[in-house]
């Protein structure tokens, strides 16, 4: 981003309430200059290809690709664009995750205007970013780290106990309902517990995470 330039952004999320609405709000502060948007993450790929916008503010659960194979394929055709991540996912791992991949702002749904804004502007210059909601379990997370608190030599320690639990059953065949009834979770849970492995494990599809699973030894009868 040029010296005196405002931040030209692309808006990458599959709930069009939200993505207009963001739009508007954004636009109408004539602090930023949205360029596009895009409704899951290979629309959002092609369009900052194509546009080059200084940040992509993009959502981690999208159809067809998630947020964070979004994130790598960015950069690894357009490095000088920023990614900050806006999303409903708080937990330690999601934000590790998500800067592992190379995003360098996270936000969650609930940040305001002014957050949001103060991110972008982060994000075009280079910086990185976490919401104020984000920073004390982000540096808690590393401060267990640091102190040996958390779990070592067990595979994808990126995964929650209960994700793994669920990705053991995955590996293992078993369908989204007789992984619920297994595990006495109701049906919205497990789409949920499944959703965030494959956007941990960043496949695509289930096939990709149980042979993944399979290769670490989870699922074999």
Do not use: C, W
């Not at 692309?10 to 502060?29: C, E, I, N």
């Not at 930023?32 to 959502?59: I, K, Q, S």
């Not at 900050?84 to 791992?93: P, R």
């Not at 969650?108 to 910086?127: F, M, P, S, W, Y």
């Amino acid at each position: 981003m040029s010296a005196g330039s405002i931040p030209r952004v692309l808006l990458a999320d599959d709930h069009p309430v939200y993505r207009d609405g963001l739009r508007l709000m954004l636009s109408s502060t004539g602090q930023v200059e949205v360029v596009g948007t895009a409704a899951d993450g290979h629309e959002a790929v092609a369009r900052a290809l194509d546009l080059r916008p200084d940040v992509v503010v993009l959502d981690l659960q999208m159809p067809g690709l998630d947020g964070l194979s979004a994130t790598e394929r960015i950069l690894a055709d357009a490095p000088d664009t920023g990614v900050l991540v806006l999303s409903m996912h708080e937990d330690d791992d999601t934000v590790l995750a998500a800067m592992r991949a190379g995003a360098r702002g996270y936000l969650l749904k609930g940040a305001d205007q002014t957050e949001i804004l103060r991110a972008i502007t982060a994000v075009a210059g280079g910086e990185i970013i976490f919401g104020q909601a984000l920073a004390t379990r982000v540096s808690g997370y590393f401060s267990r780290l640091a102190h040996g608190g958390l779990t070592h030599g067990e595979p994808f320690p990126q995964l929650t106990p209960r994700e793994r639990e669920v990705l053991e059953l995955i590996a293992a065949g078993l369908s989204n309902s007789e992984i619920a009834e297994r595990l006495f979770l109701s049906p919205k849970t497990v789409r949920n517990n499944v959703s965030n492995v494959f956007a941990k494990l960043q496949v695509n599809d289930r096939a990709q995470a149980i042979v993944q699973a399979r290769e670490a030894g989870l699922g074999r009868r």
